[in-house]
């Protein structure tokens, strides 16, 4: 249990570390951009604007995003977007954001005032008219937002989907079985039964003990699998593996590609790029 807790911690850090990154380089970017894009439209107006402006107003709305940051993960980790979840979420976040925006005014208030009152010499002032000055921050402010929730979600779907990967991978070395993700449901099988595999768009059609199975797996995600539980397996083909020990048969066609049968019966057609993975 308690290896447990510590696996699911180092994940959620993994996760906000990364998200965290991601969004400070993408916001330094575009803050960047508008203060450059600033800059030149007063160019083309003919009107005097001190360079150093756009940046501060720019970067010290960037700083205050990043230094809510954090609350907005801890949030989303208590109050995640799950099948179950996703309405009373979605509840929880508008009122969020909205908390979110008003804190953003607030810090990079302070910070505009800071930097006016050191850089420039001068005061800053921003309110001109409350209520719509805040809805007009809260309609900017929503995009961050939804940006950040949504990367901390795709992050960890990433992430638990690697480390069931790695899992699996750990499972195949040690016991020999395959642990295979079918909608809702988990196969398990001896990886030795395997017969052959193929592409079937997001699924791989899986041959084994007489049996056809779907797992959602690449192809070339099954067939580390199997190398890992030390089946010698072949690739045949950009859609087909099979199990080298259940080869029966291999005949040439016309056009330079070959035939496979295979010790259930099944036929395959093998590419003639992938025929020397197969004994002549």
Same mark, same amino acid.
């Given at each position: 249990?308690?290896?447990? +807790? ?5 994940? /959620? ?30 160019? =083309? ?5 001190? %360079? ?9 709305? #960037? ?10 993960? !801890?949030?989303?980790?208590?109050? %995640? ?5 996703? =309405? ?6 508008? !009122? @969020? ?5 008003? !804190? ?6 302070? +910070?505009?005032? +800071? ?5 420039? @010499? ?35 779907? !990433? ?11 750990? *499972? ?11 909608? @809702? ?13 193929? &592409?079937?768009?997001?699924? #791989? ?8 199975? +779907?797992? =959602? ?11 890992? &539980? ?21 005949? %040439? #066609?016309?056009?330079? *590609? ?6 259930? @019966?099944? /036929? ?13």
């Amino acid at each position: 249990m308690a290896t447990e +807790l510590t696996q699911e911690a180092a994940l /959620e850090h993994r996760v906000a570390a990364r998200v965290f990154l991601i969004m400070a380089l993408f916001l330094v970017a575009i803050g960047v951009l508008n203060a450059l894009g600033l800059l030149t439209e007063a160019q =083309r107006d003919g009107r005097t604007l001190d %360079p150093r402006v756009p940046f501060i107003l720019e970067l010290t709305s #960037v700083i205050a995003i990043m230094a809510l940051a954090p609350l907005v993960i !801890l949030f989303e980790r208590r109050v %995640p977007f799950t099948a179950e979840t996703w =309405r009373s979420a979605l509840v929880w976040h508008a !009122l @969020g954001s909205i908390a979110f925006s008003m !804190l953003h005014v607030g810090l990079f208030i302070v +910070l505009r005032t +800071l930097a006016y009152a050191l850089i420039l @010499g001068t005061s800053y002032g921003f309110f001109t008219d409350l209520p719509t000055d805040l809805l007009y921050e809260y309609r900017k402010d929503v995009f961050p937002y939804a940006v950040l929730i949504l990367m901390l979600g795709l992050q960890r779907s !990433l992430e638990e989907h690697r480390r069931e990967a790695e899992a699996a991978r750990a *499972d195949a070395r040690q016991t020999g079985k395959l642990t295979l993700k079918a909608g @809702g449901r988990t196969i398990f099988l001896d990886a030795a039964s395997l017969d052959w595999a193929s &592409a079937a768009g997001n699924y #791989v059609e899986i041959r084994a003990n007489g049996a056809t199975h +779907l797992a =959602r797996i690449s192809l070339a995600a099954l067939e580390q699998l199997l190398s890992d &539980a030390g089946v010698d397996v072949a690739r045949v083909h950009r859609s087909h593996l099979v199990n080298r020990a259940k080869v029966r048969e291999i005949a %040439p #066609v016309r056009d330079g *590609d070959f035939r496979i049968r295979m010790a259930d @019966g099944a /036929e395959l057609r093998g590419s003639r790029r992938y025929r020397s993975s197969l004994p002549a």
